[in-house]
């Protein structure tokens, strides 16, 4: 881990912050249409462990986090809510009632698995620098999801966003794949990414996150200049190994405690 740190409007930076995405949480919740497992309980759980912040995904089709999630954990959170919604109306006006610290914007598509790509900042600069106005004119700080490209990172600055979130998608499937060379392109497309904002406006955020693992964390969180990394279906997915045990021993004391 490097030692040199990070200057921000946010305070000086050692390492990379953790934010993670409890979407998954939802996921399974909403698969039986029951009421647990709980996203708040969880995002409560990941602050008392460290996290820096907790992403939740509003999707348009509602597949995960619902409405009442939002609004529940935005009242309870004690670190930051990272708000990732599509830019349209209908979100706008929640995200303006929640008012979360962040809402980041990313692209949507109803029939993909998840975000496949980044937003297309360039292509769409007059919708967002108007959106992206009116949230921040609600107090909100606001970010958005691109590749890791020089054309949308210096698009995101003209729009005046607070930060960007660079989408490592790629690099992750490159790794999944077993291509390390193309893995190592995706790895110094981020990098050249993250210097190019620096350069560009080095009062920017830059975060990064999608597809991040325990295996190809590292290289992400070592590049200067990464303010935060949000990460969820990795993490979660963790998790159910770490308390599988647990959960088959509570299982069978709810099985055989005295009556
Ligand atoms: C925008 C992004 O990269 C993640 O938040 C991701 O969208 C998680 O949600 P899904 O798994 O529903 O795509
Ligand atoms: N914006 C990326 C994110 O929140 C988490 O993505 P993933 O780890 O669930 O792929």
Known sequence: MTTSSLST???????PLLGVNIDHVATLRQARGVNYPSPLAAALL?????????????????????????YEIAEQLTTRMNLE???????????????????????????????????DVAGQLAWL??????????????????????????AAIECGTDAIELHTGAYAEAGLAGDTGAQQNELARIKAA?????????????????????????????????YELN?????????????????VVMMKDAMYKES
């Not at 990460?231 to 959960?247: C, M, N, P, S, T």
Request: glycine content about 8%; overall charge negative.
């Open 231 to 247: 990460i969820g279906h990795a993490l979660i997915a963790d998790a159910v190994f770490a308390g599988l045990e647990q959960a």
């Open 46 to 70: 990941c602050e008392k462990a460290g996290a820096d912040g907790i992403t939740i995904h509003l999707r348009e089709d509602r597949r995960h986090i619902q409405d009442a999630d939002v």
């Open 85 to 119: 919604i599509a830019a349209t109306e209908e979100m706008l006006k929640i995200a303006s009632e929640v008012k979360p610290y962040w809402v980041c914007l990313v692209p949507e598509k109803r029939a993909e698995l998840t975000t496949e790509g980044g937003l």
């Open 129 to 154: 620098t108007d959106y992206i106005g009116k949230l921040q004119a609600a107090g909100i700080k606001v970010s958005l999801f691109i590749d890791p490209d020089d054309k949308q990172v210096a």
């Open 9 to 15: 409007a946010h305070g000086t930076l050692q390492k």
């Open 194 to 226: 993250v210097a190019t904002a620096q350069r560009l406006n080095n009062q920017l955020l830059v975060n990064a996150g999608h597809g991040l693992t325990r295996d190809n964390v590292h290289a992400i969180a070592q590049i200067e200049g990464i």
